[in-house]
């Protein structure tokens, strides 16, 4: 598992569009294709732009393409955090190259509160060609191996990539997730969708098909760099949310920014939590340490929290202590 949206930050681009609260008791209201195209196209076509810019790529509506090549970007994000990801794949006449880039808003910061980019940070050693135009920052993910593009090209116009209609949305309002925007181009011919949270609406065979073009690119993700950032830790902690962490290398204590119940479920960890909420445990755990500044910006009544990915592996602790 590779990790590289580390930091919760403000909102740089959004999947997420506000509609008129119904009235009690009225129907949800459908909103019409057209309108729906209309506004995810405002709300995302500006930032794509920038991409481009910032990338050194074309605006691929507007770029038609000799016939035999072809050009498919799928745009993931959405939510609160950041990078965001655009998976580009070029497939000319069967050869088929592929590359992502990572991108995020050029918002302005406070240096005395914001004393480096958390976004960069948290990308050192897994990105490269990194490049700031348009107030958009961008560069291109590094990876293990070269992925097999072909393969996963293929098994996303499996799932209908070519000819998925529309997302059909109601008037549900979903104020975080994330979204999937497939645009292609095909010689001189070029069209685009989006969908918004497809797995949390009314299920479909278009949504399931979205989420499935979506868990085609994890054959991609399963390969990319791990940050220089995310490391391997192993302490003693109760588990608890927000509870302390002894790391045993440095005996330093910080705060575990998880739940250990639900780090192993999400794992597939054995874990048998003792009745008694004070009892400590030996953690492996893979994340990422914050800066000091960002702990005391949180709260934190420690110096330093560590965000937790990924559990490998836990055991009760006799003593409380490192073995």
């Not at 914001?114 to 135009?133: I, M």
């Not at 098909?209 to 995310?230: F, H, K, Q």
């Not at 008694?276 to 914050?290: F, K, M, N």
Request: charged share 25%.
């Amino acid at each position: 598992m590779t990790f590289h949206r580390l930091i919760v930050v403000a909102c740089l681009s959004t999947s997420v569009v506000s509609y008129p609260a119904r009235a009690p008791g009225a129907q949800t209201p459908v909103i019409p294709d057209s309108v729906w195209a209309r506004i995810w196209q405002s709300v995302h076509y500006p930032s794509f732009d920038s991409v481009a810019v910032s990338a050194g790529l074309t605006r691929l509506r507007a770029s038609a393409l000799p016939e035999g090549h072809r050009e498919i970007r799928i745009w993931v994000g959405g939510g609160f955090t950041a990078p965001e990801d655009l998976y580009r794949f070029v497939d000319d006449r069967g050869r088929v190259s592929g590359e992502v880039v990572r991108y995020w808003g050029d918002a302005p910061l406070d240096t005395a509160e914001h004393p480096e980019d958390l976004v960069l940070r948290s990308l050192r050693g897994s990105c490269s060609r990194f490049a700031t135009a348009a107030r958009m920052n961008t560069c291109r993910a590094d990876f293990t191996r070269s992925p097999d593009w072909g393969a996963v090209l293929k098994r996303a116009e499996a799932h209908d990539l070519w000819t998925l209609a529309q997302q059909h949305i109601d008037g549900t309002q979903i104020y975080d997730g994330w979204s999937i925007t497939v645009e292609l181009r095909d010689g001189s011919r070029y069209r685009a969708y989006h969908y918004n949270n497809p797995d949390s609406r009314k299920p479909s065979p278009e949504a399931a098909n979205a989420v499935a073009i979506r868990a085609a690119l994890g054959a991609i993700d399963s390969l990319a760099r791990t940050p220089d950032v995310v490391k391997t830790y192993r302490g003693i902690t109760t588990g608890a949310y927000h509870s302390e962490f002894v790391d045993c290398a440095s005996r330093e204590r910080w705060e575990f920014y998880n739940e250990l119940r639900s780090l192993a479920e999400s794992n597939k960890v054995p874990f048998q939590p003792a009745s008694d909420s004070t009892a400590r445990y030996v953690v492996e755990v893979v994340g990422e340490l914050t800066p000091e500044w960002l702990a005391r910006r949180w709260g934190s009544k420690y110096t330093k929290v560590l965000q937790v990915f990924r559990l490998a592996s836990v055991r009760p602790s006799v003593d409380g202590t490192c073995p």
